[in-house]
Structures are given as structure tokens and as C-alpha cells.
């Protein structure tokens, strides 16, 4: 039974909501109680349909009885035992599925994992990781770590350091040693593109100007999203990762993978790593791993990344790094039941045979008023608006708001709106989320 109805509507004072105008929610606050598939239930009773995955990671729809079952077992047997220092098979038995699942470029997968409890402390495992490595191997100089223009990479002090989104940095300090690349978006050359735009490869090159500012030998590592999501929906220019991977390799910069978003089918791969055929050194994961339902995240490594770590005495601990929830026993049941969901129903790649119709249907909203450039690739789209002066995110937001009354869950950033719904999603919801989203962009024009 749904505890929550209209009738009994929880009280709002106490919760801080994160990254919400929270006394504009609570004067009229949109709530779900519940959801199944595609679909969210309101606590009035309606039915909203899921256009972004949650918050990009239930890819593989709601309520999957499958997961809940993995769950509700490994909760009875064993609810929680600690990884420092001791160990439980659930945890293996997951490491050792996504090794042979993980990102592989060239015939080498990063087959060597390291826990987390999300995205964010995933991204700040990995710069964590690159840094230890530098000097395990000699090169002990290195530690400025390189991020890029527009880019997210999680809340932790890592992340927004190497992050790029002004608002998630302006009121907090930053690591000492960081520097960006410069962006990819470039509406003049690439708007309304289908897939990755043809101009932009050279902006890859931004790496040589740090390195010549900064020297090589004090570079740890670059960290970039290959697809940029939650500024949205950057799509890298053709050639551009590949380039990037030839200037680390180079000046021996390890590169990093923020693969949050990305990871787990979204762009009819597996990974972006398999689907762009560029091979990072590490990649970040969390979401899609275990479709949402229990918080979780991942690293994946190198074995020449792994192994260096693994000299010294064998009683010394490697990396003194990691999370009292890191391989959570019922985190990881709920990651070995999603493994089989994406396994059995094809999901990893599903978007690939979706995503003739999703980029048709999509780029369909194109002329109406404000729409100044969409992007889709995959099964992802950022659709973006003229902004209104002085009120940047005011028209982008009302449309949000339109698209929730009208049963469509949608995502914003800025005037940018972004979709991304879970890879179970059929042609005729495809047409649904256009057809609302479109009704919704007139309405508030």
C-alpha cells in the first residue's frame, strides 16, 4: 500500500532539498509516491512519464521486481558487513561481472575495481587513484590535475575543482593545481547536429597549451565527460577524444572517463569508451549501476594503472582510500540483478536501434519559438532556448514546470533542457515525449 496520498501530505519544513530553490518547491511542491516502468505516479494520482531516467540512471525503467527480490534476499542474509580489512562474496562476485562487462577499447578492458557509494566520491576515487600512481611510479611532481570548461564531475571538492559549472564552484574553494580545457560547444560551426558534429577536434589541443604553461611533469591527469550531460548535452566533435588520448599518452598524463552518465547502455554501448573506441585510463561510474535503486559507484582501471599500486610489502595497504559503504553487500546484490536485466533484455545496446527515431523525433521541435539548437546522440537530447535577458533559466524552467503538469518529466540546466529516458522507452513514448515537450515550449513562449 502507498503511504503517501493527497491526503496525508508530508510536511516540508525539514528537509533541505539538494540543488532546489527549496522555497519555491515548497510553495508548490510536485511530489511522486510512486513508479512503475516508464511512469511516475504523483501524489495526486496522475501519471508522468519518465523522460530522464530519473536523474539520468534508472536505465533500465521502475520497479523492477528482479532487483527488489536481489535486494529484499541479500537485506535477510547479510544487511552490511565492512571492506577494510575483511571482504564478503557479493562484492567479488560484482567486480568480477563488470570486469568482464567493463569499457574496452582496442582489445584491453579496464578490468580492475574499486568501490564507491556514488559519482561524486567515484570522480574524487579516481583523481585519487591518478595521483597515487604517478608516484608509485617516479613521478611524484605530478599532481595538478586538468579538467575542462562546462564540465560536472560531482560535489566533492575534487569535483567541482576539476568541474567546470560556474554555480557549483563560485561560493566554494578550489584544489590548489587545477586547470581546464576549454569547451566544446560551438553553435556557430555545430548546431542542430545528429550524433558527433564534424568541427572541434582541434580544440583537443588545449592539453598542449597546459602542458606548455604548467610543464607535463607536473600533470597528474585530465578528467573529462565524453559526453557532457549535465551542462547539456555536449557532444565531443569527431576526433576530438582520440586526439585528447594521443596528447596524454604522450606527455604521460593519465586520462579519466567521467562515465556517470554515460556508462550502461546510454549511447548504445555499453560505455562511451566501446562506443567512441578511445581508451581512458580510468572511468567513473555510479547510476546506471545499479539502475538507481541503491546509491553505488565505480571505478574501473587499467591493470598497468592496478598493478603499479601493487608493489611494496604485501602486508602495506596499497591505497589508503575508501568508504564505509564502499562494495555494500546490498548495493551490490541490486548491481549483480541490474547486470542481468541489461543482460537478458539487450539494454546496453537497445539505444542504438532506438536511435534513428529518437534523433528524427527530437530535432522534429526544431522552429518552434526560442529553440536555438538541439544535440541527440544515443538515447540522450539537450534541446536549448533563447534565455531571456537578465533572467537566464527563467524560460527553460517554465517549460519544466508546463512539461510536469502535462505528464512529461523533464530535465533543465540553465535554458538547456535535457532528456535521457530509461533504454526500456518505445517509439510510441518516443512520440509522446515530443509531443508534450513541443505543446509545453509553445505554451510558454
Given at each position: 500500500?502507498?503511504?503517501?496520498?493527497?491526503?496525508?501530505?508530508?510536511?516540508?519544513?525539514?528537509?533541505?532539498?539538494?540543488?532546489?530553490?527549496?522555497?519555491?518547491?515548497?510553495?508548490?511542491?510536485?511530489?511522486?509516491?510512486?513508479?512503475?516502468?516508464?511512469?511516475?505516479?504523483?501524489?495526486?494520482?496522475?501519471?508522468?512519464?519518465?523522460?530522464?531516467?530519473?536523474?539520468?540512471?534508472?536505465?533500465?525503467?521502475?520497479?523492477?521486481?528482479?532487483?527488489?527480490?536481489?535486494?529484499?534476499?541479500?537485506?535477510?542474509?547479510?544487511?552490511?558487513?565492512?571492506?577494510?580489512?575483511?571482504?564478503?562474496?557479493?562484492?567479488?562476485?560484482?567486480?568480477?561481472?563488470l570486469a568482464a562487462n567493463a569499457p574496452e577499447a582496442g582489445g584491453e578492458k579496464l578490468d580492475r575495481v574499486f568501490f564507491t557509494g556514488s559519482?561524486?566520491?567515484?570522480?574524487?576515487?579516481?583523481?585519487?587513484?591518478?595521483?597515487?600512481?604517478?608516484?608509485?611510479?617516479?613521478?611524484?611532481?605530478?599532481?595538478?590535475?586538468?579538467?575542462?570548461?562546462?564540465?560536472?564531475?560531482?560535489?566533492?571538492?575534487?569535483?567541482?575543482?576539476?568541474?567546470?559549472?560556474?554555480?557549483?564552484?563560485?561560493?566554494?574553494?578550489?584544489?590548489?593545481?587545477?586547470?581546464?580545457?576549454?569547451?566544446?560547444?560551438?553553435?556557430?560551426?555545430?548546431?542542430?547536429?545528429?550524433?558527433?558534429?564534424?568541427?572541434?577536434?582541434?580544440?583537443?589541443?588545449?592539453?598542449?597549451?597546459?602542458?606548455?604553461?604548467?610543464?607535463?611533469?607536473?600533470?597528474?591527469?585530465?578528467?573529462?565527460?565524453?559526453?557532457?550531460?549535465?551542462?547539456?548535452?555536449?557532444?565531443?566533435?569527431?576526433?576530438?577524444?582520440?586526439?585528447?588520448?594521443?596528447?596524454?599518452?604522450?606527455?604521460?598524463?593519465?586520462?579519466?572517463?567521467?562515465?556517470?552518465?554515460?556508462?550502461?547502455?546510454?549511447?548504445?554501448?555499453?560505455?562511451?569508451?566501446?562506443?567512441?573506441?578511445?581508451?581512458?585510463?580510468?572511468?567513473?561510474?555510479?547510476?546506471?549501476?545499479?539502475?538507481?535503486?541503491?546509491?553505488?559507484?565505480?571505478?574501473?582501471?587499467?591493470?598497468?594503472?592496478?598493478?603499479?599500486?601493487?608493489?611494496?610489502?604485501?602486508?602495506?595497504?596499497?591505497?589508503?582510500?575508501?568508504?564505509?559503504?564502499?562494495?555494500?553487500?546490498?548495493?551490490?546484490?541490486?548491481?549483480?540483478?541490474?547486470?542481468?536485466?541489461?543482460?537478458?533484455?539487450?539494454?546496453?545496446?537497445?539505444?542504438?536501434?532506438?536511435?534513428?527515431?529518437?534523433?528524427?523525433?527530437?530535432?522534429?521541435?526544431?522552429?518552434?519559438?526560442?529553440?536555438?539548437?538541439?544535440?541527440?546522440?544515443?538515447?540522450?537530447?539537450?534541446?536549448?532556448?533563447?534565455?531571456?535577458?537578465?533572467?537566464?533559466?527563467?524560460?527553460?524552467?517554465?517549460?519544466?514546470?508546463?512539461?510536469?503538469?502535462?505528464?512529461?518529466?523533464?530535465?533543465?540546466?540553465?535554458?538547456?533542457?535535457?532528456?535521457?529516458?530509461?533504454?526500456?522507452?518505445?517509439?510510441?513514448?518516443?512520440?509522446?515525449?515530443?509531443?508534450?515537450?513541443?505543446?509545453?515550449?509553445?505554451?510558454?513562449?
Amino acid at each position: 500500500m502507498n503511504v503517501h496520498s493527497k491526503s496525508n501530505t508530508p510536511v516540508l519544513d525539514s528537509y533541505w532539498m539538494p540543488f532546489t530553490a527549496n522555497r519555491q518547491f515548497k510553495s508548490a511542491p510536485r511530489l511522486f509516491t510512486a513508479a512503475k516502468g516508464m511512469h511516475y505516479t504523483t501524489d495526486d494520482g496522475r501519471q508522468v512519464l519518465d523522460g530522464t531516467a530519473g536523474l539520468w540512471c534508472v536505465n533500465a525503467g521502475h520497479g523492477r521486481e528482479q532487483i527488489t527480490r536481489a535486494v529484499e534476499q541479500q537485506l535477510s542474509t547479510m544487511d552490511y558487513a565492512p571492506s577494510f580489512q575483511m571482504g564478503h562474496p557479493v562484492a567479488f562476485d560484482f567486480a568480477e561481472r563488470l570486469a568482464a562487462n567493463a569499457p574496452e577499447a582496442g582489445g584491453e578492458k579496464l578490468d580492475r575495481v574499486f568501490f564507491t557509494g556514488s559519482g561524486s566520491e567515484s570522480v574524487d576515487t579516481a583523481l585519487k587513484i591518478a595521483i597515487a600512481y604517478q608516484r608509485a611510479i617516479g613521478q611524484g611532481t605530478r599532481t595538478r590535475l586538468i579538467g575542462r570548461e562546462r564540465g560536472y564531475h560531482g560535489v566533492g571538492f575534487g569535483g567541482i575543482s576539476v568541474g567546470g559549472l560556474v554555480n557549483n564552484r563560485r561560493v566554494f574553494p578550489q584544489l590548489p593545481g587545477t586547470d581546464h580545457l576549454r569547451h566544446t560547444h560551438d553553435p556557430a560551426k555545430n548546431a542542430f547536429i545528429k550524433g558527433q558534429p564534424e568541427h572541434g577536434a582541434d580544440l583537443a589541443d588545449d592539453l598542449e597549451r597546459l602542458v606548455a604553461l604548467h610543464g607535463a611533469e607536473t600533470i597528474a591527469a585530465c578528467i573529462v565527460e565524453p559526453v557532457a550531460g549535465s551542462t547539456g548535452v555536449l557532444v565531443p566533435p569527431k576526433g576530438y577524444l582520440q586526439r585528447l588520448r594521443d596528447i596524454c599518452t604522450k606527455h604521460g598524463i593519465l586520462l579519466i572517463f567521467d562515465e556517470v552518465i554515460t556508462g550502461f547502455g546510454r549511447l548504445g554501448s555499453p560505455f562511451a569508451t566501446d562506443h567512441f573506441g578511445v581508451l581512458p585510463d580510468l572511468v567513473t561510474t555510479a547510476k546506471g549501476l545499479t539502475n538507481g535503486a541503491i546509491p553505488m559507484g565505480a571505478v574501473f582501471a587499467r591493470r598497468q594503472v592496478h598493478d603499479a599500486l601493487m608493489t611494496g610489502p604485501e602486508a602495506a595497504i596499497e591505497l589508503f582510500h575508501g568508504y564505509t559503504y564502499s562494495g555494500h553487500p546490498v548495493a551490490c546484490a541490486a548491481g549483480l540483478a541490474t547486470l542481468d536485466i541489461y543482460e537478458k533484455e539487450g539494454l546496453l545496446t537497445r539505444a542504438s536501434a532506438l536511435e534513428g527515431r529518437w534523433h528524427e523525433a527530437i530535432h522534429s521541435l526544431k522552429g518552434l519559438p526560442h529553440v536555438i539548437d538541439i544535440r541527440t546522440i544515443g538515447l540522450v537530447a539537450g534541446i536549448e532556448l533563447a534565455s531571456r535577458p537578465e533572467a537566464i533559466g527563467a524560460r527553460a524552467y517554465e517549460v519544466f514546470v508546463e512539461c510536469f503538469n502535462k505528464g512529461l518529466l523533464i530535465r533543465v540546466t540553465g535554458d538547456i533542457i535535457a532528456l535521457s529516458p530509461p533504454l526500456i522507452i518505445g517509439e510510441d513514448q518516443i512520440g509522446e515525449i515530443v509531443s508534450r515537450l513541443g505543446d509545453a515550449i509553445l505554451k510558454t513562449a
